[in-house]
């Protein structure tokens, strides 16, 4: 998938970009959560609406 989106100029060549297991690095549950929540809410599934209140949302666009 990545590499289609390079290819694509999607994505530029010189964004280094790492996988990695819950497993071996817990730190990214918690992106995992919220990038969760906010797609939830997108597409109007509202259940969590306790964290997505604690959650600062900045829009990037490139």
């Given amino acids: 998938m990545m590499d289609g989106m390079?290819?694509?100029r999607v994505i530029p060549q010189t964004l280094?970009?790492?996988?990695?297991?819950p497993s071996s690095e817990p730190?990214?549950?918690?992106?995992?959560?919220i990038a969760g929540v906010v797609g939830d809410?997108?597409?109007g599934i509202a259940q969590y609406e306790g964290v997505r209140a604690a959650?600062?949302?900045h829009e990037v666009m490139i």
């Fill in 27 to 33: 730190m990214i549950w918690l992106p995992d959560i």
């Fill in 6 to 8: 390079r290819s694509q």
């Fill in 41 to 43: 809410e997108r597409v």
């Fill in 55 to 57: 959650i600062d949302l």
């Fill in 16 to 21: 280094r970009l790492d996988f990695a297991l």
